[in-house]
Each structure stands twice: as structure tokens, then as C-alpha cells.
């Protein structure tokens, strides 16, 4: 049984687990590679056309019955975006995108075009970071960046049981 007082932040993790915002934006680094995400659940049978673009309607990758297609991809993408054809049959339409420059920062969109599914992500991309100490923080930061798995962890044993 839910008891009231516990369903604001039900509402508030179902729709986080289940909005396209709470996974909209990825970051990483300039040179290495990063996955940008498209899944879409569909029947295995079905033969898909994917568009992928950038926010200049430059062709990232399109993908055709179900195969990845570089004839109009954009010299600036050629030879840098992969995508997955062994995991189209599962609906996942995500690209690797190797060896980040900075100008690849922006807005890319995934279109499947025979169900009109489209996925916008937002990519930034960073100058190298610092090396970094390996002394442990002090004054108890040590655990912030796993705070929010934390916290969902404990909503999640808070409402199930």
C-alpha cells in the first residue's frame, strides 16, 4: 500500500525514470569517444530508416532498412560515427562518436522516421581535465557525486516495501 505522504516523490521518480529530459545531455572530452542514445522499443521484424543530424541539419549518420548508410554524411563526421547494427533488431539506434573535437558540441536528433520517434541530445564537449590528486578529498565530499543513486536507492526502498 502507498501511503500519501509518499506520493509526491513517487510521481517525482516515475516521471524522472521516464522523461526524455532526465537523459538529454551527455558531456565528455575533447578525444575521446562517447555513445549518443536512441532507443526506441520496437518489434524485431520491423525495417527502420534512422536519421541522425546535428543542429545544422548536417547528415551524422542515416541509417537505412536497418543498415547504416555514410553516403551523405557530412565530411565531418566521416570516419568518427558508428553506429550498432546488431542492436537495431532491439530498437537501439545510438551512435560512437570518436575523437571529440570542440565544434562537435551541440544538439544532435535521432529521427525513425516509421513510427515519427524522434530523440534530441545535447553533447558538450571539454577541453581535457586537470590530472588530478589522488589524495582523498577532505571534509566529507567524498560521496557527493554518488548522492543521487543514494537518494534513489532509498526512495526506491522507502516505496516498495
Same mark, same amino acid.
Given at each position: 500500500?502507498?501511503?500519501?505522504?509518499?506520493?509526491?516523490?513517487?510521481?517525482?521518480?516515475?516521471?524522472?525514470?521516464?522523461? $526524455?529530459?532526465? =537523459? %538529454?545531455? !551527455?558531456? @565528455? #572530452?575533447?578525444?575521446?569517444?562517447? +555513445?549518443?542514445?536512441?532507443?526506441?522499443?520496437?518489434?524485431?521484424?520491423?525495417?527502420?530508416?534512422?536519421?541522425?543530424?546535428?543542429?545544422?541539419?548536417?547528415?551524422?549518420?542515416?541509417?537505412?532498412?536497418?543498415?547504416?548508410?555514410?553516403?551523405?554524411?557530412? $565530411?565531418?563526421? =566521416? %570516419?568518427? !560515427?558508428? @553506429? #550498432?547494427?546488431?542492436?537495431?533488431? +532491439?530498437?537501439?539506434?545510438?551512435?560512437?562518436?570518436?575523437?571529440?573535437?570542440?565544434?562537435?558540441?551541440?544538439?544532435?536528433?535521432?529521427?525513425?522516421?516509421?513510427?515519427?520517434?524522434?530523440?534530441?541530445?545535447?553533447?558538450?564537449?571539454?577541453?581535457?581535465?586537470?590530472?588530478?590528486?589522488?589524495?582523498?578529498? @577532505?571534509?566529507?565530499?567524498?560521496?557527493? +557525486?554518488?548522492?543521487?543513486?543514494?537518494?534513489?536507492?532509498?526512495?526506491?526502498?522507502?516505496?516498495?516495501?
Amino acid at each position: 500500500m502507498i501511503h500519501l505522504s509518499r506520493f509526491p516523490l513517487m510521481l517525482l521518480l516515475v516521471f524522472c525514470l521516464n522523461s $526524455e529530459s532526465c =537523459q %538529454g545531455s !551527455v558531456e @565528455s #572530452f575533447v578525444g575521446r569517444n562517447i +555513445k549518443l542514445p536512441c532507443i526506441y522499443e520496437s518489434p524485431a521484424e520491423e525495417e527502420f530508416n534512422v536519421y541522425w543530424r546535428d543542429e545544422d541539419d548536417l547528415v551524422v549518420l542515416d541509417i537505412k532498412k536497418n543498415s547504416p548508410d555514410t553516403k551523405y554524411q557530412d $565530411e565531418k563526421y =566521416q %570516419g568518427r !560515427v558508428f @553506429s #550498432f547494427p546488431e542492436e537495431y533488431k +532491439k530498437g537501439n539506434f545510438s551512435i560512437l562518436m570518436t575523437n571529440l573535437q570542440k565544434n562537435d558540441t551541440g544538439t544532435y536528433e535521432c529521427y525513425v522516421k516509421t513510427v515519427s520517434y524522434r530523440r534530441i541530445v545535447d553533447l558538450t564537449v571539454s577541453d581535457r581535465p586537470a590530472e588530478r590528486k589522488t589524495d582523498p578529498p @577532505s571534509g566529507g565530499a567524498a560521496g557527493l +557525486k554518488e548522492l543521487p543513486l543514494v537518494v534513489l536507492s532509498a526512495l526506491c526502498l522507502l516505496l516498495c516495501f
